[in-house]
């Protein structure tokens, strides 16, 4: 759940999925939909999909082999399990030598060579302490967390700034070197179509797994305008617009809900910020 998410926001996450799913063994039997509805907001689904298939596979080599991996390769072949994890796992769990670079990692390193061309890879492992490599990992990502930062690197407060070739050149804020990101503007219309106490959804064209508002399809008729808002994923920006609509035949794709089920399935975060415009007055066309 911390991959490219914030403690802050999994915490709640995190305490809710550990309460359904306490044990390894209730996480692979349980229905995908379940998994997706507890990680909805959390963004990047594919975590939540491979975390189960994770552990299905160490169900599996629990009745074969005796449990969970205790190796750098087996922990790597687990699904969704990369190099940062694995070296993670492998050092804090079983005191293992393996650098676990993520972001903060390579920022600190690199601003350590004082180099952006630099092997950070090799220059971490060569750094990393062999008596107690899981805190050196953990030390290390915490520092880059909250001292060695992006834009304004807290150098005076660096246990390791007399260490740091990035300072002494003076370049420590233009390491690593900033990259440009594009975005691509993007607007969709989605519709709020009820009848009788329930709601059309349809499967999500971004999201796969969860349920989201239709856009504009054949034979809809369009009522008032109940509100718009923005949201963003990756490198493309989304201009959502809301509206009331009427139809005589909704596509095949598209399912009733109950709108007292909404809580019980996987909606994704555009189709729970579109249905808080319900809460809103209506807004002329």
């Known amino acids: 759940m911390l991959q490219q998410t914030r403690v802050a926001a999994v915490i709640p996450y995190f305490e809710r999925f550990l309460k359904r799913f306490p044990r390894v063994e209730d996480l692979a039997e349980a229905s995908e939909t379940e998994v997706l509805s507890l990680w909805a907001g959390l963004g990047y689904y594919s975590r939540a999909r491979n975390l189960q298939k994770a552990a299905r596979q160490i ?57 952006a061309t630099a092997d950070i890879g090799a220059l971490a492992t060569q750094l990393m302490s062999r008596r107690d490599p899981g805190r050196w990992n953990q030390a290390m990502m915490e520092l880059g967390a909250t001292v060695c930062l992006p834009r304004d690197p807290l150098c005076d ?15 420590q804020k233009e390491l690593p070197p900033r990259k440009t990101k594009v975005m691509i503007r993007r607007e969709h219309t989605l519709l709020v179509i009820r009848r009788k106490g329930r709601i059309l959804l349809t499967p999500s064209p971004r999201v796969s797994g969860f349920w989201e508002l ?72």
């Open 214 to 285: 239709p856009e504009v399809f054949s034979g809809v008729r369009l009522g008032p305008k109940l509100g718009a808002f923005r949201h963003v994923i990756t490198n493309s920006q989304y201009h959502f617009e809301v509206r009331e609509a009427r139809i005589t035949t909704s596509p095949r794709e598209c399912r009733w809900w109950d709108e007292k089920q909404l809580t019980d399935i996987p909606l994704s975060t555009v189709a729970k910020k579109a249905l808080r415009c319900l809460n809103a007055p209506s807004i002329a066309p």
């Open 59 to 115: 169900v599996r080599q629990s009745m074969d082999e005796g449990g969970f991996p205790t190796d750098h390769a087996s922990i790597r072949e687990l699904a969704g399990v990369g190099d940062y994890t694995a070296a993670a796992v492998a050092s804090i769990a079983f005191g293992l030598p393996h650098a676990a670079i993520d972001g903060n990692v390579r920022r600190v390193v690199m601003r350590l060579a004082g180099d």
């Open 157 to 171: 407060a660096c246990p390791i700034s007399g260490e740091c070739q990035a300072r002494r050149l003076g370049i």
